[in-house]
């Protein structure tokens, strides 16, 4: 015959029933995040604040350098792959390793995926008319920004007479300055301080990444100083290309405890996910660069929903528009 149960197994099986659940709903985000993709928990919005797109070089529309990524990625190519991994929107950045000033197809693709892509172009800051050529760019349809290069092999000051008319101009026309200056953050921050009215969206974390593998030993070395420069408060910074600077395999498990000291900093407010793709083509795919941030388990859902869109539908006031 069973035996009956006391009041203290009772008890017992009672306060385990509620350790157990209390684990179950602590450990939730997580077990959604890494269950099947039908059932997989997901930001409300997810957008990449970094992508770039090409057509093949071709006279028609020529390469001004024929970099290390692959022979073409269409929009429509791009479309696909975010299709495949569950990317909503991007922002698509002509690309100035291919293009250079010349946003045109930028503006092609805007107009055939206007739900996916919002649009920005590098601006020259050797153009006396530079602030003509932005007014023009704040009236075409889908734009909401304007990108300058400032790398050590730019050869430029933080004082530049260029970028100052271009600061200038972008605050007139309410634009926000996508600014790249990895390896060269001091000179970087310089500029951020010296035109504290407009508003700056750093390019990849402003460290400098790898274009082919494996990434360097000091990878983080630029860290601090872009720690302290959170301090910006007219700065942004894109959370773009991180898996390019991993030293472990896929999904790269060891970018997450630098990638904290930068979401400490900044304020996930802040940050602006992104995958730098077609840029990072040498050293992770696309799915690569996107899936462990979708699959992430060391956000709270907040901080999550805050990086992979929220952020960014905030520093360019657009969202992509779900079918």
């Not at 009956?4 to 157990?20: A, C, F, K, S, Y």
């Not at 802040?270 to 979708?294: H, S």
């Not at 060391?298 to 539908?313: I, P, Q, V």
Request: proline share 10%; glycine share 6%; with cysteine.
């Amino acid at each position: 015959m069973a035996e009956t149960p006391t009041q203290q197994d009772n008890l017992i099986r009672r306060r385990t029933l509620l350790q157990v659940g209390a684990a179950l709903v602590a450990g939730a985000p997580a077990l959604l995040r890494g269950a099947a993709t039908g059932a997989q928990q997901r930001p409300p919005i997810v957008i990449d604040s970094q992508v770039h797109a090409y057509e093949a070089n071709t006279p028609q529309r020529p390469w001004f350098r024929v970099p290390n990524w692959p022979p073409h990625v269409t929009g429509d190519e791009m479309v696909a792959a975010m299709d495949k991994v569950g990317v909503d929107g991007a922002i698509f950045i002509s690309p100035f390793s291919i293009y250079q000033y010349d946003g045109s197809y930028a503006v092609e693709v805007q107009k055939k995926h206007p739900t996916r892509f919002a649009i920005i172009k590098p601006v020259n800051p050797d153009d006396p008319a530079v602030a003509d050529v932005i007014a023009d760019w704040k009236r075409t349809p889908g734009t909401v920004g304007i990108r300058i290069i400032m790398t050590k092999e730019s050869k430029r000051e933080p004082n530049d007479p260029g970028f100052d008319r271009i600061c200038q101009a972008a605050v007139k026309h309410d634009f926000p300055v996508n600014v790249l200056f990895w390896g060269n953050v001091d000179s970087g921050t310089a500029l951020i301080d010296r035109h504290p009215e407009t508003r700056f969206i750093i390019d990849h974390m402003a460290i400098l990444q790898p274009q082919v593998p494996p990434a360097p030993p000091d990878a983080w070395a630029d860290l601090p100083k872009v720690v302290e420069l959170a301090k910006r408060k007219n700065a942004m910074i894109k959370i773009s290309g991180a898996c390019t600077l991993s030293h472990q395999p896929f999904p790269y498990p060891d970018i997450w405890d630098p990638l904290k000291r930068i979401f400490d900093a900044w304020g996930f407010d802040r940050c602006l996910w992104g995958t730098d793709w077609t840029r990072a083509f040498a050293v992770v795919n696309y799915e690569q660069a996107v899936e462990p941030f979708l699959k992430t388990d060391r956000l709270s859902d907040s901080e999550w929903a805050m990086l992979m869109g929220g952020a960014t539908a905030k520093a360019y006031g657009w969202s992509p528009k779900k079918a």
